[in-house]
């Protein structure tokens, strides 16, 4: 089946201890990307990535990496969450035709 | 820039009526546009796409939207609404040649008994 699995699925954690969300895709997907939700403000872009070893800034990327060693994952990470960047978090992947992206089921993060 | 505009962050209607949630866009070339829905606890779904064919398109679930440039508008709707279609739903627009999806903040619909 056709997927973008991301995970966890939920996790809680505490200000400034380092965390990574991974992401996998096994469409053979150029694009992916990483998008935070949060209430009245839809979806927003973090970072994306056009192919391996191409990485680039979204709309909110402070205080966030990733990195793109591989066609098929792209994780996130947060060197030193802080409480602001509590959201859901959703990856995306697309290939190159440019008629839409598939979207894993989200990371609820929560920063104490 | 490109842009998403949902007019409306609730939408409520009765069971069997029309739907229609509003999206207008602005984009300096020929977009690529896009209508996802959310369930609660859920990633988010494609519904339907327009990407310069038909300017009406037929989603799923019996969704549909027509892409109107003289009015750089997206609408969605749907004739006649069930329980099952209460969700939050996103209109998105990605410009030809670029990879990137601009999400507008979304409608929530509620439908009533």
């Known amino acids: 089946e056709a997927q973008v699995t991301q995970n966890p699925r939920y996790l809680i954690t505490v200000t400034g201890k380092k965390l990574t969300v991974t992401c996998s895709q096994n469409?053979?997907?150029?694009?992916m990307s990483w998008y935070r939700q949060d209430p009245g403000l839809g979806l927003r872009q973090i970072y994306y990535?056009?192919?391996?070893?191409?990485?680039d800034k979204g709309d909110v990327p402070e205080g966030y990496k990733v990195s793109r060693k591989e066609k098929r994952n792209f994780p996130l990470i947060l060197e030193s969450p802080s409480p602001n960047q509590t959201s859901l978090y959703f990856c995306?992947?697309?290939?190159?035709?440019?008629?839409?992206?598939?979207f894993g089921s989200g990371t609820r993060l929560t920063v104490v | 820039a490109q842009s998403v505009t949902q007019l409306g962050s609730h939408v409520s209607v009765s069971e069997g009526a029309l739907v229609l949630l509003r999206c207008n866009y602005s984009?300096?070339?020929?977009?690529?546009l896009f209508w996802y829905v959310q369930y609660p606890n859920q990633g988010l779904q494609l519904l339907l796409k327009y990407t310069s064919a038909a300017t009406l398109v037929k989603g799923i679930n019996g969704f549909e939207a027509e892409f109107k440039k003289s009015e750089t508008s997206f609408h969605l709707t749907k004739p006649s609404a069930h329980m099952s279609d209460a969700a939050e739903y996103f209109c998105a627009v990605r410009k030809g040649g670029s990879e990137k999806l601009v999400f507008g903040k979304g409608t929530k619909l509620t439908v009533n008994p």
């Open positions: 995306a992947s697309s290939s190159r035709d440019g008629y839409g992206y598939t």
């Open positions: 990535s056009m192919n391996v070893e191409v990485t």
């Open positions: 984009s300096s070339v020929p977009p690529y």
């Open positions: 469409m053979n997907h150029e694009y």
